[in-house]
Every structure is written in C-alpha cells, then in structure tokens.
C-alpha cells in the first residue's frame, strides 16, 4: 500500500508538472491532482493491461511507439472520469503522458523501487 502511494505521489507531481508545461493539459485545483493521480494508478493496474495486450499488434510493428498513445489514451480516459481534469487533444494527451511517465521514473530511481527483487 506504502509503494501505491509513492507511485501516486510522483504521478501527481508529473501531472502537476503537466498542467504547469504543456498546453492543453489543465487541472482545477490540487484536490484534482490528488484524486487524478490515485484514479490513473487504478487505471494503470486495470484497464491498461488489457488495452495493451489488443494493441500488441499495432505496438510491434510501430516498435513500442503505440504505447505512447496508450499511455495518452489512459490519461484521457482519467480525464473523462474526473470534472475537473481536463486534456484537449491527442498531442497534448502525449506530451503530459511524457511528462508523468519521466516524473514517476524519477520517483522509481529516487526511492530504488525494484532494485532488490527476489
């Protein structure tokens, strides 16, 4: 539970992040990023798995790159789910996927997560 709050609190951050820089990403307040940041891990560990295996297809043959849009796709799906999150576009869902994706990979160095699996 302690590493889903983490990962959430980097997610936030990299969607804060997201507001501030990219344009067409927009949150209404921090009570939105908090609750955008739990709904998108919730979102990671349910829907995207399965979107993920019916777009492995499209994924090899773009070499990964369709993950991108994926990544935005479940951004947009967070988005539609919350009033007060807002991103207006495909790029705009791409760049602030970007955006959070780095954030939290920063976050995952930061705190060693994984480094001693058995």
Same mark, same amino acid.
């Given at each position: ?38 709904l998108l891990g919730l979102v990671n560990a349910v829907v995207r798995p399965v979107v993920v295996l ?5 994924? %090899? !043959?773009?070499?990964? /790159?369709?993950? #991108?849009? &994926? @990544?935005?796709?479940?951004? =947009? %799906? !967070?988005?539609?789910? /919350?009033?007060? #999150?807002? &991103? @207006?576009?495909?790029?705009? =869902? ?17 705190l060693g997560e994984g480094s001693e699996r058995d």
């Amino acid at each position: 539970m302690t590493g889903f709050l983490l990962r959430a609190l980097f997610a936030g951050l990299g969607l804060w992040l997201a507001s501030r820089i990219v344009p067409g990403v927009n949150a209404a307040g921090w009570q939105t990023i908090v609750i955008a940041a739990l709904l998108l891990g919730l979102v990671n560990a349910v829907v995207r798995p399965v979107v993920v295996l019916l777009t492995l297809p499209i994924t %090899l !043959v773009t070499l990964g /790159l369709f993950l #991108l849009v &994926v @990544n935005a796709a479940m951004l =947009g %799906l !967070v988005a539609y789910i /919350l009033p007060g #999150l807002a &991103v @207006n576009g495909l790029w705009a =869902g791409i760049l602030g996927a970007i955006v959070i994706g780095v954030v939290s990979w920063f976050g995952h160095l930061l705190l060693g997560e994984g480094s001693e699996r058995d």
